[in-house]
């Protein structure tokens, strides 16, 4: 079963503009993780965010993590033609190390 | 390091056969996971190893899916006999504890026909 669900499923942009997902989970957690998918390849780690942090950067992501209401959002900045790609969300549960992945978001950025 | 290595990357095989999907971590890693991933149920962690160890296989859909780690640098995931509705890219992942980020393998196509 999946532990969090993507909003929204599918995001168009136009380069240059800012993408923001956003993920939903339903148990406690040790750390939140957003990775990267292009069509066709394995998946990419973008970032981690530990259950006691509120907001991470690295680069053009930002992500923010409100453990009360059991929810994420990835920020892209200035948004490239290459960032085209499906993110996920994946959480490890508290009591165990199982690492359990979104639905995920397809985000098409337009040239 | 060469990252997780799967094989094959794609396989094709027919109804009732048994498929062996290949795994080869990376060096130093304690943890191994499989997934597979379909359009229509996403991205599901099949079973996951911690120090060559079955921990959790919840996630094996049914009896003819199988899951070993005989040692530290390999992992096997069998399917017999294989169906139509296994047809699904499998990825296998490292990490090198609990808690950090994962690295994934290039995943293997599977098409049971």
């Known amino acids: 079963s999946q532990q969090g669900e993507e909003d929204p499923q599918a995001l168009s942009i136009q380069e240059g503009e800012n993408a923001t997902m956003n993920c939903s989970y339903k148990?406690?957690?040790?750390?939140l993780q957003w990775y990267r998918q292009n069509s066709g390849r394995g998946l990419v780690h973008l970032i981690l965010i530990r259950s006691n942090e509120r907001e991470k950067h690295s680069g053009r992501l930002r992500v923010t993590l409100d453990t009360s209401k059991k929810s994420s959002s990835l920020l892209i900045t200035a948004s490239r033609a290459a960032d085209t790609a499906s993110y996920f969300c994946a959480t490890d549960a508290a009591s165990s190390y199982k690492l359990i992945f979104g639905s995920g978001t397809r985000l098409l950025v337009r040239p | 390091d060469a990252g997780v290595i799967q094989s094959p990357r794609h396989e094709v095989t027919e109804m009732g056969q048994e498929v062996t999907l290949r795994c080869k971590p990376i060096?130093?890693?304690?943890?191994l996971f499989w997934y597979r991933q379909t359009m229509m149920r996403g991205l599901e962690l099949l079973i996951y190893?911690?120090?060559?160890?079955?921990?959790?296989d919840s996630g094996m859909p049914e009896d003819r899916f199988s899951a070993k780690m005989p040692n530290a640098s390999f992992s096997t995931l069998k399917i017999q006999p294989s169906e139509p509705r296994d047809s699904a890219v499998y990825f296998c992942a490292s990490t090198i504890w609990d808690y950090t980020e994962a690295f994934f393998g290039q995943g293997t196509r599977l098409t049971v026909v």
């Open positions: 148990t406690s957690i040790n750390n």
């Open positions: 060096s130093g890693h304690d943890y």
């Open positions: 190893f911690n120090n060559n160890v079955p921990i959790d």
